[in-house]
Each structure stands twice: as C-alpha cells, then as structure tokens.
C-alpha cells in the first residue's frame, strides 16, 4: 500500500475527498443595534455582531470564498410565544438584507425556531403538560420562516425538531409566493451536551419554571438511535426539505454516513459549538495544533458523505488557505 503514498503529488492523485471553502456555511448570532461586538467567552474567536458589522464580516467572507453563512438572532424583548421571531425588523431580518447588499455571491441561510425568542427558551409554544405543542408551533415557524424568505434569504433551516413542519412550512412558503426559498432540514438532531457553548451565545439556554420541562429531550432525538434518524431524514425529504442536515457533526459521523446512503438529497452536518470550543481549548492549552486538526475534522466531515459543512472554523479555515 505504501507505494501510492510515497510522493506528495502521488498522494494528490489518489486522494478520495476534499474540503474547501466552498463546502462551508459559518453560523453567526446578530444583536440589536449598530457597532455591537461581542465576544462569547465559552467560544473564542466568535463574537455576536450586530447588523452593520454582519455586513461587513459578509464582505469578507465573500472575499474568502465561503459558501454562505447561517443566522441565529438575539431579539430585543422575549415572550411566551417568541412572536420577536418573525418581526420583519428583527436582527436576522435586518441582517439578511444587510448581508444581500454587501455579498450577494453568499448564500444565506437563516436558523427557524423559536428558542432564542422564547422566555422559557423552548423550541416551541409550551401546551398545558408543560411540554412543547407540536402543532400549536407549526405556525410560528411558518411566520418566522416567511419573515426571513421576505427579507431575502435563500434557504431557511428549521432547527426546531416538530414533527411535519417541513412539509408545512414548504406549502406555507408557496403559498406566499416564496418557491425558490429552499428548505435544510435540521431533521436529525440530537439532544446533545455539545451545545452547551450554544446556548451562552444565543441565550437560548430551557429555563426550568414550575411544569415546564428543563430539556429537550422530548423533542429532540435520543443519541442511543440511528435508524430513527433515517426515518427522520427519509421523512424531511419525502415532505420537500431539499437539503438534510445532522447535527452535531464529529461524535455522529455514523449518522452522516448512513443518512447520506438513505437519501438522494444533499446532506449537511452541523459541527457544533462544544466540537468548537473542545478543539480551542486543547489548541490554547498547546495539546493540539489547531489548523491541523481542524482540516482533518473538516475533512472526516466530507468522507462521512457530508457535502455541506456548517462551521465556526470556517472563517480562520478559509483564511489559512489562502
Ligand atoms: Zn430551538
């Protein structure tokens, strides 16, 4: 075996997979107001920004060439409902016009779920067991989902995990005249502790109060099961989503494998906010070297079938290989 590594451009030939800019969406988390930078202390080198200086950083990530970028927002006020999502002048909306003005080569994908406008930070509207009502939701994702398709968008991406919103928010789309806006599905999302970082920068963090549930793990999926993730994947293409995702991305790589031999879409991994930190920390700490390890956990992404990668390391990867 060793005769088809024994040369650099020997090795250049026979390489299966690659990973480059053009694989990877760099999420963001958008403030209110002009000239906000703030750092988020269990993710360094990621700040929340507000809108103005979202424009900007677009610019250079076009310059970059990164695929596109991914919106979560930190709304002025919460409610029960979350009816901050879908104000059309909210952070995200704001920034996706803002981002179209300044990089229209990127694509923009915006994240639709109501935990970051939630008072109890909850995906959804919470039903008389203390649970979240499934299909009470299905219409506040839709009216957020529109908000964003208004504002430009190109693809909206429900991380919420209720059951038959894709199919809803696709008729709800259409409906509105919005049929090029496509869909990626968080379809198999699993209740993980890697989101912790997450939930400082979205403050999105479930706030256990009196019957209401302090997980997710009633909607979220069980990190024990992998073919109820193909179903979940099977399903989300079946109701229209035109990209699946799995998140997180490196202790689920399995999942990625096996959803991209079970369907004929596109499949997106999500290499979350606690891959992100974990892999800082160790770098800071002077366990790992960074670079290297980041293109090899970017590049294992791709050898598991993921033909899109949404990551924090995507800017400082893409300017590593300039
Ligand atoms: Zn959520």
């Known amino acids: ?128 067991r203390g649970d979240v009502d499934n299909d009470e939701t299905l219409d506040l994702l839709s009216r957020t989902a529109i908000s964003h398709a208004a504002a430009g968008a190109d693809a909206v991406a429900p991380s919420d995990m209720m059951d038959g919103r894709v199919g809803v928010l696709r008729a709800a789309l259409d409906e509105e005249d919005f049929t090029d806006t496509a869909i990626i599905a968080y379809s198999a999302k699993f209740a993980s502790a890697f989101y912790g970082p997450f939930r400082d920068a979205a403050d999105s963090a479930p706030q256990p109060d009196g019957h209401i549930k302090e997980d997710r793990r009633g909607y979220q999926m069980d990190p024990a099961n992998a073919r109820e993730a193909v179903r979940e994947a099977v399903l989300d293409v079946e109701e229209g989503a035109d990209i699946v995702m799995v998140k997180p991305g490196l202790p689920y790589l399995d999942i990625v494998r096996q959803v991209r031999d079970a369907v004929p879409t596109p499949v997106a991994v999500y290499n979350v906010s606690g891959e992100y930190s974990m892999l800082k920390a160790a770098a800071a700490s002077g366990y790992l070297d960074e670079r290297s390890a980041v293109a090899e956990s970017l590049l294992a992404m791709r050898r598991a079938g993921a033909d899109i990668i949404f990551t924090y390391h995507a800017k400082d990867f893409a300017s590593w290989n300039q």
Not at 49 to 76: K, T
Not at 92 to 104: E, T
Not at 114 to 121: A, F, L, N, R, S
């Open 1 to 128: 075996m060793r005769r088809l590594r024994t040369t650099r451009s020997i090795r250049d030939l026979v390489r299966e997979n690659e990973v480059g800019p053009a694989n990877l969406i760099a999420p963001y988390f958008i403030v209110p107001g002009a000239g906000k930078r703030e750092p988020i202390a269990s993710m360094p080198g990621i700040d929340r920004l507000s809108v103005d200086l979202m424009a900007q950083e677009a610019a250079q990530l076009q310059e970059l060439g990164l695929a596109g970028v991914l919106l979560f927002g930190l709304p002025e006020e919460k409610d029960e409902i979350g009816s901050s999502a879908w104000d059309p002048d909210g952070p995200v909306q704001l920034a996706v016009q803002a981002i179209k003005a300044a990089a229209p080569e990127l694509t923009v994908v915006t994240d639709v779920c109501m935990c970051e406008y939630t008072t109890h930070g909850h995906c959804g509207v919470i039903g008389p």
